[in-house]
């Protein structure tokens, strides 16, 4: 090739990277400008094809979501827009935000995004990432017949069934030499999906960790990483044509769970019919309104009818709920009063006390266990189970903050600032439940008794279970489940690293909340332990 030729070359090649640049600025740029003059909020500048993602910290590495939603709160402000590929978010990080969102504008707020990692296990369906009237009533039924505050409280009984068998276990291990927990979160967790499993399929798993619970354990631990890394197909959607082994292995896991429920419905609908309404279980309550409704239906053709997919997603969100929330907190209580020595022997001191050590604590020791329903308070503050939440969807065009905010616009609430800004709080960074019988005395009740709060922004300042419509659904069962789990294994048990050196409380893994790093336990039975009943003495059906 000629000098000439080569020249001619050159120039096209430079000319088709110009003609790129150009291009590709001009998506920015003019993206930009598109959003200022449609009165968007401010943020980082979105790039061609990956968004503002280069601002976020990679799955799973520090430091986290939360805390660069925060990060980035203090260069743009209270809210500002980030661009995830090529969805669109907001993100609002002050109580007054928070208060016209979820409570001001909270019909305007209630959508959850339709993702297609989502998709291969919800299909749009269940409670937790449905939306419109199905939504509504499915998220109705849930309440009367599982979730509500009376319920909650009538479910006591069962709860200590299941902490009776899961610490009796733990009893007799250090009995026998083993006083060290290998994996906290496995026992945790099966304590927590017992009682859910009870809840909703009237069975449990044996404390044995046996084939069944395993296999039940390993598809919703795939499901819960995957979920929490996300799916590069959820924001760039021509990836989803592309090959990905863990998408491959997600979506072949979803239907061994699928099988599961299709396995449980079949069995209630053969089985409901012989049950007294006493002791229906959430499918059975489910299937009797799903056969009321079809009924209803004949002389309302606009009544909805739930599915069997329906029954199905929900029970799945149901069991998420349960493990992720209560039991993920008990984790970072546990490992948290470790490293915090004095609050620990104060809260056993109380403990001794108050319910003595020939029998275990009750819902009656509430008034007098405060400092517990601090501590409680304080971890849901400091170590919240989801800081970056689960994100909402506008459902229509709308304004927050003074700025237009498009349907369809995904709305992130960060939990993060609003429990960890100085503005609100007297040094925040520290563990400290005193605060709440101190300083902040008026938001002792905020996790027992949310309903009494947010009436006003600036109670929005302290917000564990969510507010407004997509409140977490199964609050008035979960508040009494954390109390009660708290209050007995510590009544029960005193803990301790394995080497007496302080745990390692600052690496935080984002999943679908946040989870602790794992560690070894060792554990030391108090006085109480020697009440705790075996799981030998329960009827349920076990696995």
């Not at 080569?6 to 740029?29: C, D, N, P, Y």
């Not at 209630?268 to 279980?281: I, L």
């Not at 050196?501 to 554990?523: G, H, N, Y």
Request: proline fraction near 6%.
């Amino acid at each position: 090739m000629g000098l000439y030729e080569k020249l001619v070359t050159l120039g096209v090649r430079r000319f088709i990277l110009i003609l790129i640049a150009s291009f590709l600025a001009q998506q920015t740029i003019g993206r930009r400008l598109a959003d200022k003059r449609r009165g968007l909020p401010p943020g980082p500048l979105p790039l061609p094809m990956i968004g503002t993602f280069y601002e976020l910290s990679e799955p799973n590495k520090p430091p986290g979501l939360h805390k660069d939603f925060y990060r980035l709160m203090q260069k743009f402000g209270p809210i500002y827009t980030l661009y995830f590929g090529s969805n669109k978010g907001v993100v609002l990080n002050t109580p007054e935000l928070w208060f016209e969102a979820l409570n001001v504008k909270q019909d305007q707020t209630c959508n959850r995004p339709v993702l297609k990692s989502f998709m291969a296990f919800t299909f749009a369906q269940g409670v937790a990432m449905n939306n419109g009237p199905r939504w509504r009533a499915i998220r109705t039924m849930l309440q009367t017949s599982v979730t509500n505050k009376q319920l909650g409280e009538a479910a006591a009984p069962m709860i200590m069934e299941e902490l009776n068998a899961t610490l009796h276990s733990l009893a007799r291990d250090c009995e026998k030499g083993k006083t060290v927990i290998d994996d906290l979160r496995l026992v945790t967790r099966l304590e927590s999906l017992n009682f859910a499993m009870r809840k909703i399929f009237s069975f449990r798993f044996s404390n044995k960790m046996t084939p069944a619970y395993q296999d039940c354990q390993d598809w919703l631990r795939i499901i819960f990483e995957h979920i929490g890394q996300g799916s590069p197909s959820d924001f760039m959607p021509i990836l989803e044509y592309f090959p990905d082994r863990a998408r491959d292995e997600f979506r072949l896991t979803c239907k061994r769970m699928h099988v599961f429920l299709s396995d449980e419905l079949a069995k209630h609908k053969r089985e409901t019919g012989k049950r007294k309404p006493e002791e229906y279980d959430f499918m059975d309550a489910m299937l009797v309104a799903q056969k009321q409704q079809m009924e209803e239906q004949k002389s309302d053709p606009n009544t909805v009818v739930i599915t069997d997919l329906d029954i199905k997603v929900t029970a799945f969100d149901s069991m998420a709920g349960a493990i992720d929330t209560s039991a993920t907190t008990m984790e970072w209580i546990i490992y948290t009063l470790i490293n915090h020595k004095p609050v620990q022997k104060k809260l056993h001191a109380i403990l001794d006390e108050v319910v003595g050590p020939n029998r275990l604590p009750t819902l009656d020791d509430v008034p007098k266990l405060e400092y517990l329903t601090a501590i409680l308070d304080e971890i849901m503050r400091w170590k919240h189970f989801a800081p970056q939440g689960l994100p909402h969807e506008a459902a229509e065009d709308m304004t927050l903050g003074g700025y237009n905010i498009p349907k369809g616009t995904q709305i992130f609430l960060n939990f993060y600032s609003l429990h960890m800004n100085p503005k609100y709080w007297k040094k925040p960074e520290e563990f400290r439940p005193e605060r709440f019988l101190e300083e902040e005395r008026e938001l002792l009740d905020t996790v027992l008794h949310s309903e009494k709060f947010f009436k006003n922004p600036e109670a929005y300042k302290f917000v564990p279970f969510g507010q407004g419509r997509r409140r977490c659904v199964g609050y008035g069962l979960g508040r009494i489940a954390l109390w009660l789990k708290a209050a007995t294994w510590f009544h029960c048990f005193e803990f301790d690293s394995v080497d007496g050196q302080p745990l390692d409380l600052d690496t935080e893994i984002l999943a679908i909340t946040m989870l602790p790093a794992m560690q070894k336990v060792r554990i030391t039975p108090r006085p109480a332990a020697k009440v705790l009943k075996s799981e030998d003495v329960l009827t349920c059906e076990a696995r």
